[in-house]
């Protein structure tokens, strides 16, 4: 089992920038692929950024955030972080960390296999 808990979260201005951090314990953290997920009032939860468990790091961005955010790890503090610069209002989600162990950029096609989830922290942004 891995347990995950999701921090950071809050009201900002449009331009603002936020830091996610999602703290997991349980099993093993180094061999898990990490995810950030996000879920619209009324639209379906989706992929935001994932990053590999593997020495390269792999990283993996819905096309909608390239540029803005950034995702990273840190091993030694079991800890998955989401930089979000320039928000906008369409940021605005309930936003998910994820653990899997299969490779990274499968995050974002098999979301509903993917195993242990946060539960989520609220982002909303205002114009």
């Known amino acids: 089992q891995v347990q995950l808990v999701e921090s950071g979260g809050g009201l900002v201005q449009a331009g603002d920038s936020l830091r996610l951090s999602c703290a997991a314990s349980g099993r093993t953290f180094s061999k898990f692929a990490m995810g950030w997920f996000r879920q619209a009032p009324g639209k379906e939860r989706e992929f935001v950024a994932a990053i590999s468990w593997s020495r390269d790091r792999a990283i993996y961005y819905a096309d909608s955030v390239k540029g803005r955010f950034t995702i990273s790890r840190d091993n030694a503090k079991n800890t998955v972080y989401l930089q979000m610069n320039n928000l906008n209002t369409e940021d605005t989600a309930v936003y998910y960390c994820?653990?899997?162990?299969?490779?990274?950029?499968?995050?974002?096609?098999?979301?509903?296999?993917?195993?242990?989830w946060g539960q989520g922290t609220q982002v909303t942004v205002s114009s």
């Open positions: 994820a653990a899997d162990p299969r490779p990274a950029q499968a995050m974002g096609v098999w979301t509903d296999t993917i195993p242990y």
